[in-house]
């Protein structure tokens, strides 16, 4: 099982930036797939999810109206559009995917994130 994240960097207030999750090794699409994110000295948080045949996406408050969580499940991969970026948006930004039926779940390796000018 893998779950690969790409797309972070450095951007400016109010940029943007897409992230990618590439997924492998497992069902993609018997699985909801969410991106969590941590910022330094505090605790990882929920950003966005969506199901697993994407006709439900949930937002943390935070990020509503400015992030679009999105996913091909031909492709089998997730994404996240970042848009008006913030300097609190800074943070390591990982893909989870949590099974339907099932327990447990599978996390990817995190990209890191920095809104800074």
């Known amino acids: 099982v893998q779950l690969v994240e790409s797309g972070g960097g450095l951007v400016q207030p109010g940029g943007s930036l897409r992230l990618s999750c590439a997924a492998s090794g497992f069902t993609f699409s018997n699985y909801v797939m969410s991106w969590y994110r941590q910022a330094p000295g505090k605790e990882r948080e929920l950003v966005a999810a969506?199901?697993?045949?994407?006709?439900?996406?949930n937002y943390a408050d935070s990020v509503k109206g400015r992030f679009t969580i999105s996913r091909d499940n031909a492709k089998n991969t997730v994404y996240l559009q970042m848009n008006s970026l913030k300097p609190e948006d800074t943070a390591v930004y990982y893909c989870?995917?949590?099974?339907?039926?099932?327990?447990?779940?599978?996390w990817g390796q995190g990209t890191q994130v920095t809104v800074s000018s």
């Open positions: 969506i199901s697993s045949v994407g006709g439900s996406t």
């Open positions: 989870y995917a949590r099974p339907i039926i099932a327990t447990g779940g599978y």
